[in-house]
Every structure is written in C-alpha cells, then in structure tokens.
C-alpha cells in the first residue's frame, strides 16, 4: 500500500478554483540505472495520474522516467457540485492505487 | 584610546554576531526547495513521519507498541530530539536517537533492532524527532558525555582521507562559498532525518556523514560505531540554538 499525501478542501463555493496537491511515495526507478551488482535495475515508474470529479475526469498527467521519486502533483479544478475527487496513479509491475476526498459545494 | 574604542567595537561587534552566526542550511537553498520544506503537503519527509506514526501504534512481536508506554508521541516525545545524542546509563556510552529507538526495542519490546537506513527506523525516527520541530537544539549536558564529544571534536578537525581535507576546513571556515555547483552550508544538524533530493528518499545523518566522509576519500566509519556517535555529538553541540526543521528537505 503507497502512501500518498493529499490536500484537497472539503467546503468550497460553487464556481470557486481549487488548488489540489498531491504527493504518493513512489521510487519511479528509470530502468537506466544500475544496481549494486552493476545490473541494471528494471523500470518501476508510475505512468499515469488521473483525479476525476463525480466520475468525470478533471486532469490527468502522464509521466515519464525523468520524473522525480514521490512524484507531487498540483493542480487547479472548479468547484461545481458537491461529491468526491477521486486520485488514481497507475503504473509498472501492476502500480495502483487510488484515494477519494469528498467535497461540500454550497 | 582610539584602539581601545576600536577593540570594544570589535568585541560587541563579535559578540553581538556570535549568536545569529549560526545559519541552518535551510537559509542557503533556493527559494523552492524552502517552499517545498515548509509545505508539509509537498514535503516528501512528511510520508516518513505518516509511516513512522503506524509503527508508533503497531504492536511489535507479542508485547508492546511504542505508543503502550509513552502514549501520545506529540506529548511525550516532544523535546527529545533536541536533546539526543544522550548518555545511557545502562550501556555506559553515549546513544543517538536511532540507537535509542533500538535500545527500546531489544530491552523492552524483545524484538530485533533495525537495521540502520531501514524504511521502518528512518519512519520511527523521523516520526519522533518531528514533535521537536520548532524548538531548538538543545544537547544532553550530562558530564560522561564531554569525553566522546571532545573526541568528536577532534575528529571533526583532523584532517582525513585522499583530499586531506577536515570537516572544519570548509564548514567552519569556507561556508557561503561553492564547491562545484553547490553552496557550502555551515553544516548544522537541524533537520534529520532528512529528505534529501540527491538520494530522492530519506536519510540519517549517519548516512550523510558517510556521504561527505567518502567525498573526501577517507573510508566512512560503520553505521552506529563509537566514531560516528562521537562525531554527531560534537555536531549536535555545534547547532545547538539552531530550531530542529525534522523532516528537513535539502538539495
């Protein structure tokens, strides 16, 4: 289970732009590097990010092995209705994990 | 008279900047990498102290969690990490915080230490020094422990490996100036574990000891050997003052 840090607001006004940060703790290993048998160490890289709004996709970011470990994503979506932002980072070897925040649109 | 007023000048002078000399390496990275620290949501260190958390709460083998016997960490943990290296009694030598964290695990939770730079430890240390953030270096002034850290000193300017280069030639005496593209910080141990963006992931300061110690090409002492104690224990008097930044980001 990956750790993610998410910062999401939970109360906002309709029409209002949110910031959303995340973070998930990932090595995103390049497939470039050797280990420390001199073996080159295969790719492990988190390939896709997606935040969707009440079931509709808002932003979504591929990535690519320049990216930094524990990537951190920050993006901007408008407030429209109340419900849930759900957080999904797909990736190699099988990498899935997803998060929800819910939200109060008054 | 003149020289007299001159030396006086000199002296408050001196005196006045002895204290605020002292500059945690924070103040000489560039502004995003400092929003990144101050950010706790872009702080990468911070999935370390969320992780170090679990572990505060997990029952290791068949008895205790750490939180069984020292209950909330916020409270009881709070000022520990300024204040380590200390003496232990028991052992008869002076401990840092990991060692501690291993001592309590073999005497009172019977289970195995961790091993040094283990995700678990870096988590458990990083989650026990964040309740000191903000408050600043305090080192341990238990007598039995100015023996090692006067050998600490010694250490730190002993001029060692290939380069022939000591510790205090380029922190104490060469800070603000660059060593190919990187600005030399003073040195100060403020903010381990730290999450430094050269590794991608945490770090002791043991771990970075060992860094600058091959960097000179002198070979690095092992992980918790006497050494390596003594070494942080003088580092830990050097910063004192300084506000413990745990989990630190650094370049």
């Given amino acids: ?90 990736g190699d070897n099988g990498f899935a994990q997803t998060e929800s925040a819910t939200i109060t649109v008054s | 008279m003149l020289a007299l007023a001159w030396l006086l000048g000199w002296a408050s002078a001196f005196a006045q900047s002895a204290p605020d000399s002292k500059r945690s390496g924070f103040d000489t990275m560039s502004p995003r990498i400092q929003a990144m620290q101050r950010d706790d949501q872009q702080n990468p260190g911070m999935l370390w102290v969320a992780d170090g958390e679990v572990l505060w709460n997990k029952i290791f083998g068949i008895t205790f969690s750490c939180a069984h016997c020292h209950g909330d960490a916020k409270k009881s943990m709070r000022g520990v990490a300024a204040r380590y290296p200390d003496w232990d009694p028991i052992d008869k030598k002076p401990v840092d915080l990991t060692q501690r964290i291993n001592l309590c695990r073999t005497r009172h939770q019977l289970v195995l230490p961790l091993p040094p730079e283990s995700e678990e430890m870096l988590g458990l240390e990083a989650y026990v020094a964040h309740q000191s953030r903000g408050m600043p270096m305090a080192p341990s002034a238990a007598k039995e422990l100015d023996a090692p850290r006067e050998r600490g000193r010694q250490q730190y300017e002993q001029r060692i490996g290939q380069l022939n280069l000591s510790c205090a030639l380029c922190h104490d005496k060469l800070p603000g100036h660059m060593l190919a593209g990187a600005t030399i910080p003073q040195g100060h141990v403020n903010g381990y574990p730290t999450y430094r963006l050269e590794w991608q992931g945490m770090g002791s300061l043991q771990r970075r000891l060992r860094n600058c110690l091959s960097g000179v090409r002198a070979e690095p002492p092992p992980f918790n050997s006497t050494e390596m104690v003594e070494l942080e224990l003088y580092l830990a008097q050097r910063s004192a003052g300084l506000k413990i930044e745990t989990p630190a980001v650094r370049p």
Wanted: glycine share 6%.
């Fill in chain 1, 1 to 90: 289970m990956a750790r993610t840090l998410i910062h999401a607001p939970t109360t906002a006004r309709k029409g209002e732009v949110l910031e959303i940060r995340t973070l998930i703790a990932h090595p995103m290993e390049t497939g470039y590097r050797a280990g420390a048998d001199g073996r080159t160490l295969p790719r492990d890289i988190i390939r896709r990010f997606s935040c969707r709004y009440n079931g509709e996709v808002v932003f979504s970011a591929d990535l690519y092995p320049a990216i930094s470990a524990n990537p951190y994503l920050a993006f901007n979506v408008v407030a429209d209705a109340s419900g849930s932002l759900t957080f999904t980072w797909e």
